[in-house]
């Protein structure tokens, strides 16, 4: 169990009560050990699909999402953490990428994001609501160059 996040595998969790906690609500759940709130949300996907998960609340900023997503091993927090930056916090990613992929010291750090958000496909993360077509347009090449970062790590 992950300390923000609690996630299904190939979906063999739904319930809050096949993670461990009490029914709070439709969309709510407590953690009997220490009584935290936690909101049920699709989650990361593996491959086939957004797994079931819960998120602890409130949930943490951008930074401590990011920080998670690097520092942890494969787990909970960083699928969870990872899903919730792809949903929420696309522009924020975007420039993150653009800078991991120019920092030579970052080339471990920017692997692993390269792997966690499939950064080797050129699409555009960002959210597109309330943008022209222009900003649409320029984030989808700036997503474009961070693909081909990905693609060739060693020539970035």
């Known amino acids: 169990m992950g300390k923000y996040f609690v996630m ?6 739904s319930s809050a009560s096949d993670f461990g906690f009490k029914p709070y609500g439709e969309k ?3 953690n009997p050990n220490d009584n935290s709130l936690w909101m049920k949300k699709k ?3 593996l491959g086939w699909g957004s797994e079931n998960g819960y998120c602890r609340l409130p949930l943490p900023d951008f930074n401590t999402l990011f920080s998670l997503v690097l520092s942890c091993d494969y787990n909970d927090d960083m699928f ?13 990613l975007l420039s993150l990428c653009e800078n991991y992929a120019k920092d030579k010291n970052k080339k471990k750090q920017f692997k692993k994001m390269i792997e966690v958000f499939n950064l080797k496909q050129p699409i555009n993360r ?26 060739n790590i060693d020539k970035c």
């Open 126 to 151: 960002c959210k597109i609501t309330g943008k022209s077509y222009e900003e649409i347009q320029n984030d989808f090449l700036r997503w474009q160059k961070v693909s081909e970062c990905a693609l």
């Open 43 to 45: 989650l990361y996907d």
């Open 28 to 30: 709510y759940a407590i």
């Open 80 to 92: 969870g953490s990872a899903a919730i930056i792809l949903d929420f916090y696309g522009d924020q």
């Open 8 to 13: 299904s595998l190939k979906f063999n969790k």
